[in-house]
């Protein structure tokens, strides 16, 4: 009679636990697989600037960019481009735009505008 109870108690307790480490490997799984950014575009002493710095990733995860135009000087829309992955977005002041695309390439890819070249982009760093 023990036996049985133990039998079916280890059963159990394996299953739970089973159960758990499945749940939990999930969730880590799932919570890294979106990564969301905001950046924004500013203007500072006549240069127009994507901020914040390198957006990082893994390869495989879905990004999801909200991108804010906030130069308040002419002309009121500006580009976000993300060539490698043919991405090219026109952002105007006071209307965020949200980009989501699947990280699918490994590497380290510019973020520029690509209305005006010669403002300052940033970086997508995509690891392996």
Same mark, same amino acid.
Request: aromatic share 6%.
């Given at each position: ?8 108690? +280890? ?20 919570a ?8 924004v575009n500013i203007e *500072? +002493?006549? $240069? #127009?600037v ?11 995860? $879905? ?33 965020p +735009?949200?980009?989501e695309f699947?990280?699918? #390439?490994?590497?380290? *890819? ?16 995509v690891?392996?």
């Amino acid at each position: 009679m023990w036996k049985a109870r133990s039998n079916r108690l +280890e059963l159990m307790l394996a299953v739970a636990l089973g159960t758990g480490i499945l749940m939990a490997s999930w969730s880590v799984v799932h919570a890294q697989s979106t990564m969301e950014a905001i950046l924004v575009n500013i203007e *500072f +002493e006549g $240069t #127009k600037v994507w901020l914040p710095g390198p957006l990082v990733v893994k390869r495989g995860d $879905t990004v999801k960019i909200k991108a804010i135009n906030n130069v308040k000087s002419d002309p009121s829309v500006h580009g976000l481009a993300i060539d490698a992955y043919g991405i090219q977005a026109l952002v105007n002041v006071g209307k965020p +735009e949200i980009i989501e695309f699947k990280a699918d #390439k490994a590497g380290i *890819f510019p973020i520029i505008c690509h209305l005006h070249p010669p403002h300052v982009g940033t970086q997508l760093v995509v690891l392996e």
